[in-house]
């Protein structure tokens, strides 16, 4: 039942008791166990935010003219208009009378264009709750934890759409059952969740920002009661019984992983002497003619590579050569064809995309000139196409099949799979960033009688399709953060998405160091198979203590 008081909102269902004032979610009673999740008390000034791209955020109930509506709709739905200075909004509050959760969709404008999204503020949280979230294959940290304190967006680094608040013996959790692909974030600042819906882009043009529906509902238990009910509902939402039953049969059976391998076979032998080949996943970065990251989407394997493949494979190896989902040279004959489809960011309207300074050895922008574009192979500049554009799936599709074919192998590793967050140039063909890569990882996958997809990163949507993932540690794609020991521990996307997609270790991961040991740790911690970074046999057949461990719990799996 909602009734409303006032500027009040009050909302009983059989899980819940809330109360909302002036759209804020005040009070929030756990009846599964008594608890009071939220009890909020210093509000801010306004619990509805619009947030401009690159420009910062404004509250829609400012000093001025600030102006709180109640309405009742009906006896499971009311809603709170917010009219303020320099915008306007709306919360719409039901409940779901099937499962007892609340729902809340927030929605705001301006007559100000440049709106990126429309966020919507929690407080009352004790800063001591756990958040569980698919921040980098999972994390359980306080939530006033300062690793936590950024704007987290789905999906490049908010994995799904779901956060946990986990208190003593239960908590409640917020969640969207979003299956159109439509962008959101979760904005944490000291210790205060906001809940963003994104318009997409191009962002210069937007007023305004809303249509996600955040379900707020209580549990008892630990993290893994909401988190199944999450898994529940995407394989229904995406039908991915269909997608599990597609996997090769052999995934499962890995056991080792060994990524960037360079090409020298006797670091197969020595692999060999250790664990049953048929168990091991090779990660082949340098197999084609051309440089690594140079002159995409060509993917033609060296003389070297092809009989190393070849040889591999009827030792039973699993070989991933390393082909790249969005990512293109500039300088290829394909570009003229596609130029008009490159990612720009959704604040700038610059291309998006990467190089590399090698006199420095840093990271470079990508160029915005077209004569930089075309004269920069050197620098290995990479733009990425929007995967909504069929004839660029087709391309890709074209090129990694005659490449597979070539080398006889029944998997292949798409780079940058992660990359699929809002844009400038959003829709095109009326698909989503995301959404395309979705569409170019089933391609891919469904190629004569299917491939296992490798992917960089995990998220909801790359999972559906991919049968491995190279998963980053948290902020650590090379260079380890401080506080990075506190980020393990917690393998909510293995348990999320582990029975379609398996995880494996990115960079690093040689055991030279204390640094590079704890890297090994968070991803064991977090689910991932044992995996290797080496460069010599010696490494396997005179291994340090935290390579020896990776083979110690490959030969225990197999048992």
Not at 458 to 464: S, V
Request: proline letters at 6%; glycine letters at 10%; hydrophobic letters at 40%.
């Amino acid at each position: 039942m909602v009734t409303i008081d006032g500027s009040a909102v009050r909302v009983e269902t059989r899980t819940q008791s809330a109360t909302f004032d002036r759209g804020f979610l005040t009070r929030l009673v756990s009846k599964l166990d008594g608890s009071v999740p939220i009890n909020a008390t210093d509000l801010p000034a306004s619990p509805l935010q619009l947030v401009y791209a690159g420009q910062g955020s404004v509250d829609v109930l400012g000093a001025l003219a600030g102006e709180v509506m109640a309405l009742p709709l009906s006896p499971t739905r009311a809603e709170v208009r917010l009219r303020g200075w320099d915008a306007d909004g709306l919360l719409a509050i039901s409940e779901d009378e099937a499962t007892g959760d609340i729902l809340v969709e927030p929605s705001a404008y301006s007559s100000r264009p440049g709106v990126l999204s429309v966020r919507w503020l929690m407080p009352g949280i004790a800063r001591e709750t756990a958040l569980v979230a698919p921040f980098f294959q999972g994390v359980r940290l306080p939530l006033a934890d300062p690793l936590l304190q950024r704007r987290w967006f789905w999906p490049q680094f908010w994995e799904a759409g779901l956060a946990i608040f986990q208190g003593a013996g239960g908590g409640f959790w917020v969640h969207c059952r979003d299956d159109r692909y439509r962008y959101k974030a979760l904005n944490i600042e000291a210790g205060v969740p906001g809940f963003e819906t994104e318009a997409p882009g191009p962002a210069p043009t937007n007023l305004g920002a809303g249509g996600l529906a955040w379900r707020i509902a209580p549990y008892a238990g630990d993290w893994t009661v909401p988190a199944s009910a999450y898994r529940a509902w995407l394989w229904e939402a995406y039908d991915l019984e269909r997608a599990e039953a597609a996997r090769r049969a052999w995934v499962g059976d890995v056991r080792l992983a060994v990524s960037w391998f360079g090409g020298d076979e006797d670091i197969l032998a020595a692999i060999a002497e250790r664990i049953e080949p048929r168990r091991v996943l090779i990660h082949y970065a340098n197999w084609r003619t051309d440089a690594y990251d140079e002159n995409y989407p060509t993917y033609e394997a060296s003389a070297h590579a092809r009989e190393l493949i070849g040889r591999a494979t009827a030792r039973g190896f699993h070989i991933m050569p390393h082909c790249n989902s969005v990512d293109m040279d500039p300088t290829h004959p394909v570009y003229p064809y596609v130029r008009d489809f490159q990612y720009r960011d959704v604040q700038t309207g610059r291309l998006l995309g990467w190089g590399w300074d090698p006199e420095q050895g840093r990271v470079l922008g990508v160029p915005n000139s077209y004569g930089a574009l075309a004269q920069n192979r050197r620098r290995k500049v990479m733009v990425k196409v929007h995967p909504g554009l069929a004839m660029w799936r087709s391309i890709l599709a074209e090129n990694v099949r005659r490449a597979v074919r070539d080398v006889g192998t029944d998997a292949v590793f798409l780079d940058v799979t992660l990359c699929s967050h809002n844009i400038h140039n959003c829709l095109v063909e009326g698909s989503t960033p995301t959404e395309g890569m979705n569409r170019i990882i089933r391609s891919i996958a469904e190629m004569d009688d299917g491939l296992a997809v490798g992917g960089e990163g995990l998220n909801e949507i790359t999972m559906q399709w991919q049968s491995f993932a190279q998963a980053h540690l948290f902020l650590s794609w090379h260079d380890s953060i401080e506080g990075l020991e506190r980020s393990g521990g917690c393998p909510l996307n293995a348990f999320l998405f582990g029975r379609l997609c398996r995880t494996f270790g990115y960079s690093r991961l040689s055991g030279a160091t204390e640094d590079e040991e704890l890297r090994m740790r968070i991803h064991e911690s977090l689910g991932a198979i044992p995996t290797i970074t080496v460069r010599s046999a010696d490494e396997i057949r005179h291994p340090n203590a935290a390579v020896q461990r990776q083979f110690d719990l490959a030969q225990e799996a197999c048992a």
